[in-house]
């Protein structure tokens, strides 16, 4: 079996290189939706260098990784051609694979809204989030039914796709922290064979407990090598698709006959994850829990679309996060800049012109001047990571900066996590920019 992978995992790097030397030049389209333009554009300094520290990786920074750190920055998947060319510096010895794998998890996987990684804290600042401002879910597996085998064989739709699961998924994989945080509120842990080991974590996800008592976790280092998920023996496979490397480890999994089911949109608006939960729902016999998910869900967005429907003028808000231990804006096509709206924000973001995740800089805030700002604190370190925007000189005259109660900070799973847990940080947002419209304890 892992000969085979590996045949199979060899002849898909053949083909990206091959495809890679005969494609033709790129066509021109706008900044920030080509590759090229991307990589034209190149990364700031402070944030490669950031990089690099943080990784390990002595010397010069391979071009290939600093180009796809580049393309990730847009929120465009690796081109095929680049990739192999990150695969030939594993192969040639120049990195490691957890080098690799370590970039692609601080650059948020690619993917702001959804599933957006994880980066060690080195230091807690004096602001760090409060367990008790903050609380985790106390769902326990006792909470969770159970779900129903005699809905099988069935063929599960999503996404323009079709594929048939034979019989009640009992060993599931989950890839995805966003695709996890779901299907933990739909079956219980026991029906898990391995999921993120960010699922645990209070600051990352919602439903830790739950988390806990799933046995096997997977590292963001080892999460994506066909042989490691196929050791743990899947009858279904989850995943919310950011990058190209993602999507080869896929094909190889489903190329062996084992279901797989793989969200490619950003899942960034409350319909689309209605409908995620839903196909995760047919897709381990929990039709019922997943309705009462949905009706739930959807319940509490309508309810803030009504106290919203006579807002005419809605504030600028930018919303920043530090993966990897920097400032970045999180943009048009996110799950952050999505949640944003439905809690009635303008997106500053758009106004800057920044689609996915891109590095904040300062002069660039000043210019569309928010009114409020929303820090997004990756890992519980507090204000501290946000320094170099918000101490930047000239900050002080922006709007946002004139009231301490124009900043607010959330933990991660409020604002980046695509899933219906997500929606008690669409209502925080809507009583802060709204605290007329909604009484204390909505």
């Known amino acids: 079996m892992k000969t085979t992978i590996r045949v199979v995992l060899a002849a898909i790097v053949l083909v990206a290189l091959v495809a890679g030397a005969m494609a033709s030049a790129p066509p021109v389209i706008h900044a920030q939706d080509d590759p090229e333009e991307c990589i034209a554009n190149g990364v700031p300094p402070m944030m490669l260098g950031g990089i690099q520290q943080r990784v390990g990786i002595e010397g010069e920074m391979p071009q290939p990784l600093v180009d796809m750190i580049a393309v990730m920055m847009c929120d465009l998947e690796v081109p095929a051609d680049l990739q192999a060319e990150v695969d030939a510096l594993v192969s040639d010895g120049v990195?490691?694979?957890e080098q690799v794998a370590q970039v692609e998890e601080m650059m948020g996987g690619g993917r702001p809204g959804g599933d957006e990684g994880e980066m060690p804290s080195e230091s807690m600042g004096d602001e760090a989030q409060s367990g008790d401002e903050f609380p985790v879910s106390t769902l326990t597996p006792a909470d969770i039914p159970e779900p129903d085998a005699l809905l099988f064989p069935r063929e599960i739709e999503f996404e323009g796709q079709a594929i048939t699961i034979e019989a009640l998924p009992e060993r599931i994989v989950v890839l995805s922290t966003d695709m996890g945080d779901m299907l933990l509120q739909l079956v219980p842990p026991r029906y898990f064979a391995a999921i993120p080991a960010r699922l645990e974590d209070g600051v990352m996800a919602n439903f830790p407990m739950l988390a806990a008592a799933v046995e096997t976790k997977l590292s963001n280092e080892n999460q994506w090598d066909p042989e490691v998920i196929l050791s743990y023996d899947p009858d279904l496979i989850v995943v919310h698709v950011r990058m190209q490397g993602e999507t080869d480890a896929l094909a190889v999994l489903a190329d062996l006959g084992i279901p797989v089911i793989a969200f490619q949109s950003p899942l960034e608006t409350p319909d689309q994850i209605a409908e995620a939960i839903r196909v995760l729902g047919e897709a381990t016999g929990s039709d019922a829990q997943a309705e009462t998910l949905i009706e739930d869900f959807m319940a509490r967005v309508e309810a803030i679309n009504e106290k919203l429907a006579g807002v005419e003028e809605r504030p600028l808000v930018l919303v920043l996060s530090t993966p990897g231990g920097m400032p970045m804006v999180l943009g048009t096509n996110t799950i952050s800049d999505g949640l944003l709206r439905v809690a009635g924000g303008r997106s500053a973001?758009?106004?800057?012109?920044?689609?996915?995740?891109?590095?904040?800089?300062?002069?660039?805030?000043?210019?569309?001047?928010?009114?409020?700002?929303?820090?997004i604190d990756f890992v519980g370190a507090g204000r501290a990571p946000f320094a170099p925007i918000l101490e930047a000189p000239g900050m002080e005259t922006t709007r946002a900066m004139q009231d301490e109660d124009n900043i607010l900070m959330l933990p991660t799973r409020y604002?980046?996590?695509?899933?219906?847990?997500?929606?008690?940080?669409v209502e925080r947002i809507a009583?802060?920019?709204?605290?007329?419209?909604?009484?204390?304890?909505?």
Not at 362 to 371: L, S
């Open 95 to 97: 990195v490691t694979e």
């Open 431 to 442: 009583a802060w920019l709204y605290p007329d419209l909604f009484t204390e304890a909505e």
């Open 415 to 425: 604002l980046m996590i695509s899933s219906n847990s997500a929606i008690e940080g």
């Open 349 to 375: 973001s758009e106004e800057m012109g920044v689609r996915g995740m891109s590095m904040a800089d300062a002069e660039q805030v000043m210019a569309v001047d928010p009114e409020k700002i929303i820090l």
